[in-house]
C-alpha cells in the first residue's frame, strides 16, 4: 500500500485547510486510516482515525470540535478537514493506513507527510 498525502500550506489564524491522502497498491486490505501529526521538536501524535466503513471516529482532545476525518473508498482516500487553525496546529501531517490481509498478517502504512504552517 503506497499513501500520497496532499493540501498542506501556510494559512492564518482561524484559517481552514483540508488535506488529502490517496491510497494505492493492496487498497482492499486497508482496515482504519488516520492523520498524525509531528509538531516541530516533537514526537509524532495521533490527530484523528476513521474505520474501515467510516462509522466510527476518534479524534485528540486538541482536534475535536475543529477537525473532521471522512473517507471514501470507492475512491481509497481520507480526508482531514481543519477549522479554526491554530499556531498550535503547525505540524508535518501524515496519513496512515492500517491493513490485514487475508492471512491475518496486519501492516501500516504511511503517506510522505505535508507541512501545515499556521502563522499571521
Known amino acids: 500500500v503506497q499513501l500520497q498525502a496532499f493540501g498542506g500550506g501556510l494559512v492564518q489564524p482561524g484559517g481552514s485547510l483540508r488535506l488529502d491522502c490517496t491510497a494505492s497498491?493492496?487498497?482492499?486490505?486497508?482496515?482504519?486510516m488516520g492523520w498524525y501529526r509531528q509538531p516541530p521538536g516533537k514526537q509524532r501524535e495521533l490527530v484523528a482515525t476513521?474505520?474501515?466503513?467510516?462509522?466510527?471516529?476518534n479524534y485528540a482532545d486538541s482536534a475535536k470540535g475543529r477537525f473532521t476525518i471522512s473517507r471514501d473508498n470507492a475512491e481509497d482516500t481520507v480526508h482531514l478537514h481543519m477549522n479554526s487553525l491554530e499556531p498550535e496546529d503547525t505540524a508535518v501531517y501524515y496519513c496512515?493506513?492500517?491493513?490485514?490481509?487475508?492471512?491475518?498478517?496486519?501492516?501500516?502504512?504511511w503517506g510522505q507527510g505535508t507541512q501545515v504552517t499556521v502563522s499571521s
Open positions: 476513521i474505520s474501515k466503513s467510516g462509522g466510527s471516529t
Open positions: 497498491g493492496m487498497t482492499f486490505f486497508i482496515n482504519a
Open positions: 496512515n493506513a492500517a491493513v490485514i490481509y487475508a492471512t491475518g498478517a496486519k501492516g501500516d502504512y
